[in-house]
């Protein structure tokens, strides 16, 4: 079976982390800044705060801006459940803003009516998520110039899209947005095992998403309200969690890192022969929107419908033709304001019918750093005979 994404672990990789295995720090020790401050340095930011996953980095970029009981925060039905769920752990109520059709990220024109149909009922959300989908970023100038208009947090969920460029700058930049989430799960761009990275340009952000990420602990004895306990003193001023990343997955993150620029551009190499070799066929291959190129996690083509059939029986034919060819092809996403979870809290289908309607047609196929071009040839074929 060839997989649609799996993680490339080099004998650098295993020697970090031996060496940190061999050291006197296991979980919290030096890798940890070490892997932040050259992560923020790849992006173009000011801070990095690692976290356990993207899911942890999330829920405390909700925290760190304030969401909580009674807010709203909007993002896009076409993303893994993580993107809605951050909100619902502080107890927010969620919402979301239907895709572009070219690029299956959120739309601006479909935001921007939103807005002003919220401003007008008196909800506007705090904060809006916007989710880069299979490494391509949004059109953040324009979402970040409509949050500025109504007063709206910006949050970028990049966990698809770590080496992706948008207006001459890396994604993870933070110039249209408060902070920038990162995931570094194993069929992702680059990997720490679990693990997920927060950025921002905001000193007073980086220092909530600290406390944050350990129980809502401060040691520094300027911030105590009890002087000259002794060095072992700490004090918990809020709520917060163990959402730290380990030493051992810092080094490994660190040794990654290194080769990440190759990953991308691998990626970047295959995805163009992917457009190359599928040329013609009965299907829509991704889209590029100008501004930016992507990161390229996911490789999704859109099944073209046949006249009188139904578009999603013809998707699940060919993505069962693949399957039974030994190829994992898989599918992202079942929009999640369909999933029972939140049909229960008023969704139904049909409010986000860009969202469902490229659900039901979509396909990722194999795409990650070791894929061969004969694997790559592979794909192609079995995808040429599921179509016929």
Known sequence: ???????????????????????????????????????????????????????????????????????????????????ANCARYCGADIDFVDIDTATYNMSVDALAAKLVKARATGRLPKVIIAVHFAGQCCDMRAIHALAQQYGVKLIEDASHALGADYLGGKVGNCRYSEMTV?????????????????????????????????????????????????AWYYEQHELGYNYRLTDIQAALGLSQLRRLDLFIARRRALAARYDALLAGLPLVTPFQAAGGESAWHLYVIWIKPDSGRMLAAQRREVFDSLRRQGIGANVHYFPVPLQPYYRERGFYAGQFPHAERYYQGAISLPLYYSLSEAQQDQVVAALQKALS
């Open 1 to 83: 079976m060839i997989p649609y994404g799996r993680q490339s672990i080099s004998e650098d990789d295993i020697a970090a982390v031996v060496d940190v295995l061999r050291s006197d720090w296991l979980t919290q020790g030096p890798y940890i800044a070490r892997f932040e401050q050259a992560l923020a340095a790849y992006c173009g930011v000011r801070h990095g705060v690692a976290v356990a996953s993207a899911t942890a980095a999330l829920h405390s970029a909700c925290l760190a801006l304030g969401v909580g009981d009674g807010d709203l925060v909007w993002t896009s039905p076409n993303t893994f459940l993580a993107s």
């Open 182 to 230: 990162f995931s570094f799960h194993p069929v992702k761009i680059l990997t720490t095992g679990e693990g997920g990275m927060v950025t921002t340009n905001d000193s007073t952000l980086q220092q909530s998403l600290m406390r944050l990420r350990s129980h809502g602990m401060r040691r520094d004895p300027a911030a105590l309200e009890q002087q000259d306990q002794g």
